[in-house]
């Protein structure tokens, strides 16, 4: 696919923000999540555990003999499950016992003495998605406790509180106010999943200093490439102001072979893991398919996009086993080059020079601005497509709706456990969190009662309902009498609605689009012309040129004087400059790998800035 014209939207810092002194550059850091498959480690870790993360990243030399910390690693973030299931009799968190037998102080002070950033988590709502206690109606005492144990960042999720924008923005701005009482700075990352959380007046750079725009990206490519998309209409958000700034959080850094087929040998199920099932002799299933598969590609990929785009670089796992199993991993992370354009002064986010002038279709499985790569549930006439008909359900799983894996492999899912009905994969993990909880999957499942209603196992109090307009289906509360609209069969494999309509999944999983796309951003230069980093993204499956054409380079908005007849480019992958000189005046392409590889390289007006490497160092 060749890449025509395009707009450009230049991106200057914003001029509000949250005046904390925080998000001056994306933060960065590490988070205690997902896992490295070749070096797992115990997820939600210990004092211990914690420890030792904050060691490697202060002192473990990486193979350019530099730190983690010297390349801007600075936060420790444990993330999830660090407190008690329930508050003191006084209404105050907690620590962990079993994970912090001296108290939490200790382990924060370790960090600080590392001259590293220690990162705690709470919720917006009731309870986190771990259903430990939330900070709603507590925001004052609990913002004091952070403070005064020295929390230096604060990730507060969106799990168990009303999915209204309005509630939503209101709930997160008293735990901002609270912060801002507090007496300590203290960087505010909300996670709501909504690219709303960027984009409206109250919320964004009023609200944080960063927010996630995007789906966990646990899901696998597809989830990195719908946080690409939802970033893109988001960068005017995006930048740095005078007491601070705020970013575009497409969640976190994924290791190779998260979201792929394990393809262990296993004598039975238990011992496969992601929802697997053991058949022939090996692990196979889960959902996983080569859509959401990451590759060593894509994972060297989603790295660059990060950095080109100015979103927070968090990793996860357990960073020593990394830095010795899997050295492509800890060397991805660790590239000082790429690390430059994400931290860059000009503390501006990326554009894409697509193959339309909007910049191009959507990269991830479809979808829009406000809306996730999944398709929403509805009915259709039974039989014109029978395999997308067909769902697993009945006494062998305890009537409740599952996962068909040798039919389209999907779920009906409440999305982000609202009363929105999609169609998501079957990709199961316990050590994964979602809105459920941590390897929590309540709001995959659907009960069919004896009264004929289908309820959520998230919220038994909602039953599936059909819209006999619009064939639409959602979560609605249960009446009583039930409504016919609420009455569902279970039929030679078919969901049933009363008049006779089945359940229907919406094509397939998502898919890989199979497009090319460019994108691109300033930087700052101690040539006087300036520099450029460009990305060249390759999703289709094959081998291809991705190119930049005329319109390509005009949309780039280069100034007057660049000498484009004759710049220098340099591979921020391979460390080194391309050979000669280049005339990108009617534009350039490279052949760039399939699968979602990609490319990133610097152009530069002179050869000594080509030549040099620059790092944060």
Same mark, same amino acid.
């Given at each position: 696919?060749?890449?025509?014209?395009?707009?450009?939207?230049?991106?200057?810092?914003?001029?509000? &923000?949250?005046?904390?002194? $925080?998000?001056?550059?994306?933060?960065?850091?590490?988070?205690?999540?997902?896992?490295?498959?070749?070096?797992?480690?115990?997820?939600?870790?210990?004092?211990? !555990?914690?420890?030792?993360?904050?060691?490697?990243?202060?002192?473990?030399?990486?193979?350019?003999?530099?730190?983690?910390?010297?390349?801007?690693?600075? !936060?420790? #973030?444990?993330?999830?499950?660090?407190?008690?299931?329930?508050?003191?009799?006084? &209404?105050?968190?907690?620590?962990?016992?079993?994970?912090?037998?001296?108290?939490?102080?200790?382990?924060?002070?370790?960090?600080?003495?590392?001259?590293?950033? $220690?990162?705690? !988590?709470?919720?917006?709502?009731?309870?986190?998605?771990?259903?430990?206690?939330?900070?709603?109606?507590?925001?004052?005492?609990?913002?004091?406790? @952070?403070?005064?144990?020295?929390?230096?960042?604060?990730?507060?999720?969106?799990?168990?509180?009303?999915?209204?924008?309005?509630?939503?923005? *209101?709930?997160?701005?008293?735990?901002?106010?609270?912060?801002?009482?507090?007496?300590?700075?203290?960087?505010?990352?909300?996670?709501?999943?909504?690219?709303?959380?960027?984009?409206?007046?109250?919320?964004?750079?009023?609200?944080?200093?960063?927010?996630?725009?995007?789906?966990?990206? &646990? %899901? &696998?490519?597809?989830?990195?490439? *719908?946080?690409?998309?939802?970033?893109?209409?988001?960068? *005017?958000?995006?930048?740095?102001?005078?007491?601070?700034?705020?970013? =575009?959080?497409?969640?976190?850094?994924?290791?190779?072979?998260?979201?792929?087929?394990?393809?262990?040998?296993?004598?039975?199920?238990?011992?496969?893991?992601?929802? *697997?099932?053991?058949?022939?002799?090996?692990?196979?299933?889960?959902? @996983?398919?080569?859509?959401?598969?990451?590759?060593?590609?894509?994972?060297?990929?989603?790295?660059?996009?990060?950095?080109?785009?100015?979103?927070?670089?968090?990793?996860?796992?357990? +960073?020593?086993?990394?830095?010795?199993?899997?050295? $492509?991993?800890?060397?991805?992370?660790?590239?000082?080059?790429?690390?430059?354009?994400?931290?860059?002064?000009?503390?501006?986010?990326?554009?894409?020079?697509?193959?339309?002038?909007?910049?191009?279709?959507?990269?991830?499985?479809?979808?829009?601005?406000?809306?996730?790569? !999944?398709?929403?549930?509805?009915?259709?006439?039974?039989?014109?497509?029978?395999?997308?008909?067909?769902?697993?359900?009945?006494?062998?799983?305890?009537?409740?709706?599952?996962?068909?894996?040798?039919?389209?492999?999907?779920?009906?899912?409440?999305?982000? /456990?609202?009363?929105?009905?999609?169609?998501? %994969? /079957?990709?199961?993990?316990?050590?994964?969190?979602?809105?459920?909880?941590?390897?929590?999957?309540?709001?995959?499942?659907?009960?069919?009662?004896?009264?004929?209603?289908?309820?959520?196992?998230?919220?038994?109090?909602?039953?599936?309902?059909? #819209?006999?307009?619009?064939?639409?289906?959602?979560?609605?509360?249960?009446?009583?009498?039930?409504?016919?609209?609420?009455?569902?069969?279970?039929?030679?494999?078919?969901?049933?609605?009363?008049?006779?309509?089945?359940?229907?999944?919406?094509?397939?999983?998502?898919?890989?689009?199979?497009?090319?796309?460019?994108?691109?951003?300033?930087?700052?230069?101690?040539?006087?012309?300036?520099? $450029?980093?460009?990305?060249?993204?390759?999703?289709?499956? #094959?081998?291809? =040129?991705?190119? /930049?054409?005329?319109?390509?380079?005009?949309?780039?908005?280069?100034?007057?004087?660049?000498?484009?007849?004759?710049?220098?480019?340099?591979? +921020?992958?391979?460390?080194?400059?391309?050979?000669?000189?280049? #005339?990108?005046?009617?534009?350039?392409?490279?052949?760039?790998?399939?699968?979602?590889?990609?490319?990133?390289?610097?152009?530069?007006?002179?050869?000594?800035?080509?030549?040099?490497?620059?790092?944060?160092?």
């Amino acid at each position: 696919m060749f890449l025509r014209s395009a707009a450009l939207l230049l991106l200057t810092p914003v001029v509000l &923000g949250l005046p904390n002194g $925080y998000g001056y550059r994306p933060g960065m850091g590490w988070e205690g999540d997902y896992q490295n498959p070749l070096a797992p480690g115990p997820g939600r870790g210990n004092a211990s !555990y914690i420890a030792s993360i904050a060691h490697f990243m202060a002192s473990g030399k990486l193979s350019s003999g530099k730190t983690l910390k010297q390349l801007g690693y600075w !936060y420790v #973030n444990p993330s999830s499950s660090w407190d008690e299931m329930t508050r003191t009799p006084s &209404g105050q968190l907690q620590p962990r016992k079993d994970f912090y037998p001296d108290g939490i102080e200790p382990t924060v002070s370790l960090i600080h003495s590392l001259n590293l950033s $220690y990162g705690s !988590y709470g919720d917006r709502g009731n309870l986190d998605c771990d259903k430990r206690p939330g900070q709603l109606g507590h925001e004052m005492e609990d913002a004091k406790y @952070f403070a005064s144990i020295g929390v230096d960042w604060f990730k507060e999720d969106s799990c168990y509180d009303s999915g209204d924008q309005d509630i939503a923005i *209101q709930h997160y701005a008293t735990m901002r106010d609270a912060f801002n009482a507090s007496g300590r700075k203290i960087w505010f990352a909300l996670c709501g999943w909504k690219p709303w959380y960027a984009s409206r007046a109250d919320g964004g750079n009023v609200l944080a200093n960063s927010a996630r725009i995007g789906p966990d990206t &646990g %899901g &696998g490519w597809q989830a990195v490439l *719908q946080n690409v998309d939802n970033s893109l209409h988001l960068g *005017q958000y995006a930048g740095a102001h005078e007491s601070g700034g705020f970013w =575009n959080d497409g969640s976190l850094q994924l290791a190779p072979g998260v979201g792929c087929h394990s393809n262990s040998p296993c004598s039975d199920s238990k011992q496969c893991t992601g929802g *697997q099932k053991c058949e022939n002799g090996i692990c196979q299933g889960g959902g @996983f398919s080569d859509a959401t598969c990451m590759t060593q590609e894509r994972h060297r990929s989603q790295f660059s996009l990060w950095c080109i785009l100015g979103m927070n670089l968090v990793m996860t796992g357990n +960073l020593p086993l990394i830095a010795e199993k899997d050295p $492509y991993n800890m060397d991805t992370w660790s590239n000082g080059e790429a690390i430059a354009v994400n931290q860059d002064a000009s503390a501006w986010s990326s554009t894409r020079y697509g193959d339309r002038m909007d910049g191009g279709p959507p990269l991830a499985g479809g979808g829009e601005l406000v809306k996730t790569e !999944y398709s929403a549930a509805n009915v259709a006439e039974c039989g014109g497509e029978p395999q997308l008909q067909q769902w697993l359900i009945g006494p062998a799983v305890n009537n409740t709706v599952d996962c068909n894996s040798t039919g389209h492999g999907l779920y009906l899912a409440l999305a982000d /456990c609202t009363t929105e009905l999609i169609y998501d %994969g /079957c990709s199961f993990d316990p050590k994964v969190k979602t809105c459920s909880g941590v390897g929590n999957y309540s709001h995959f499942m659907f009960d069919l009662k004896e009264d004929s209603s289908l309820r959520s196992r998230y919220n038994p109090d909602w039953c599936v309902t059909v #819209n006999t307009v619009t064939d639409a289906v959602s979560a609605a509360p249960c009446t009583s009498p039930l409504q016919i609209t609420q009455k569902w069969n279970y039929t030679s494999g078919n969901i049933q609605t009363q008049s006779g309509k089945c359940l229907t999944a919406a094509g397939a999983a998502p898919t890989n689009k199979g497009t090319t796309a460019v994108f691109g951003r300033p930087l700052t230069s101690s040539d006087q012309h300036g520099a $450029y980093a460009i990305l060249l993204l390759n999703n289709d499956n #094959n081998k291809t =040129n991705v190119t /930049c054409d005329t319109n390509c380079i005009q949309n780039m908005k280069f100034p007057a004087d660049f000498p484009l007849n004759q710049v220098y480019i340099r591979d +921020l992958w391979m460390h080194k400059s391309m050979e000669g000189s280049f #005339n990108i005046m009617k534009g350039f392409e490279f052949e760039v790998e399939g699968g979602g590889a990609s490319m990133m390289m610097k152009i530069c007006a002179s050869q000594q800035e080509c030549t040099q490497e620059h790092t944060l160092l």
